[in-house]
């Protein structure tokens, strides 16, 4: 499985940005997809995550209400939609993928990773 993350960029406080992860490979094997972050000199941070066999969401809870993780119908591409975004947001995003059944929020869990896409707030 390859995920390309993509769509970060700078913005300022306030405004918006969508993330884009496609995935290619054996991606009918990954039962969920997930967005993880990661400030300098921070830990990774659960974000968001999406099961493809339930089309249950999860999302860290101080995160709810600006974050909101989809899906195209094709289950190729995941979607981060950030809104209203605060310069506490700056971090690299990072997409992942595996065949996570429990603990959506652990890095652990996961067995592919992206690249990372750079987003960076400014105020």
């Known amino acids: 499985v390859q995920l390309q993350a993509s769509g970060g960029g700078l913005v300022q406080a306030g405004g918006s940005l969508r993330l884009s992860c496609a995935a290619s490979?054996?991606?009918?094997?990954?039962?969920?997809m997930g967005w993880f972050r990661q400030a300098p000199g921070k830990e990774r941070e659960f974000v968001a995550a999406?099961?493809?066999?339930?089309?249950?969401?999860y999302s860290a809870v101080s995160l709810k209400g600006r974050f909101a993780i989809s899906r195209d119908n094709a289950w190729n591409t995941v979607y981060l939609q950030m809104n209203s975004l605060k310069p506490e947001d700056t971090a690299v995003y990072y997409c992942?993928?595996?065949?996570?059944?429990?603990?959506?929020?652990?890095?652990?869990?996961?067995?592919?990773w992206g690249q990372g896409t750079q987003v960076t707030v400014s105020s």
């Open positions: 992942a993928a595996g065949t996570v059944s429990a603990n959506y929020d652990s890095p652990g869990k996961y067995d592919y």
């Open positions: 490979g054996r991606t009918f094997a990954m039962t969920v």
């Open positions: 999406l099961n493809s066999r339930t089309g249950g969401t």
